[in-house]
């Protein structure tokens, strides 16, 4: 519950399992975002309890949070890039903060760079790119650190509708390697193009939670 007596969420009861890639669906103010934030402990229950693995965030110090989110990749709506680095000192700058060398961050990032296709543009400054390279800049940075889990809130919101296939694409790709993914979305085309399990949270509430595979789907229509 928010201070100003909102309660964005009640009662939600989920697990997600290593490996798993996870659409969040929902209106506006459905209470997507704040899924989100519990899980970074950018907000806190007033009740009940989020685990990651074996640690159970109420009981986490505030000091530790930074050593959560190590664990963590995030992908942003709005790219959330460095305008004044490159793009390799963007990757590389989440590298830094995590107190790596620099000869790890000079193996590491042109390998991130070639899994999204963009290591011929590492010289290249955020407004030199496109909204989709934006993005899979934004999307090298949260891979660059190995992630055990990457959120994604909102990432094709800003790109073009084609763009938007080629970065969940990617994202299925970081998932096959064993990557947990959360990812929010509005759009239900990729939700029902990538045949995952959806959660769809509304008014606050799970309304649904279900799997939908490609033989589930061929079931169907065949009858």
Do not use: W
């Amino acid at each position: 519950m928010y201070p100003n007596g909102t309660q964005a969420l009640k009662n939600v009861s989920v697990k997600v399992s290593d490996g798993e890639f996870v659409f969040i669906v929902g209106e506006s103010g459905a209470g997507k975002s704040t899924f989100l934030k519990l899980i970074t402990c950018e907000e806190r229950p007033t009740e009940g309890e989020v685990t990651i693995g074996t640690q159970k965030l109420s009981k986490l110090k505030r000091s530790d949070v930074p050593y959560l989110r190590r664990m963590m990749g995030m992908v942003f709506q709005d790219f959330r890039l460095i305008n004044k680095m490159s793009v390799f000192e963007n990757v590389a700058f989440a590298m830094h903060i995590v107190g790596a060398s620099n000869r790890e961050i000079r193996e590491r990032v042109p390998h991130v760079l070639d899994l999204v296709n963009l290591r011929k543009k590492s010289r290249c400054h955020p407004h030199e790119l496109s909204g989709g390279e934006q993005q899979r800049v934004s999307l090298a940075r949260a891979l660059v650190n190995k992630p055990q889990l990457i959120l994604a809130d909102e990432p094709t919101g800003n790109v073009d509708p084609a763009l938007s296939f080629e970065i969940v694409d990617l994202l299925t790709q970081i998932n096959n390697r064993g990557t947990t993914v959360l990812m929010v979305t509005h759009d239900h085309s990729l939700v029902k193009h990538f045949q995952r399990r959806v959660i769809e949270i509304n008014n606050g509430t799970i309304l649904s939670d279900s799997c939908i595979s490609k033989s589930s789907v061929k079931e169907a229509e065949h009858g």
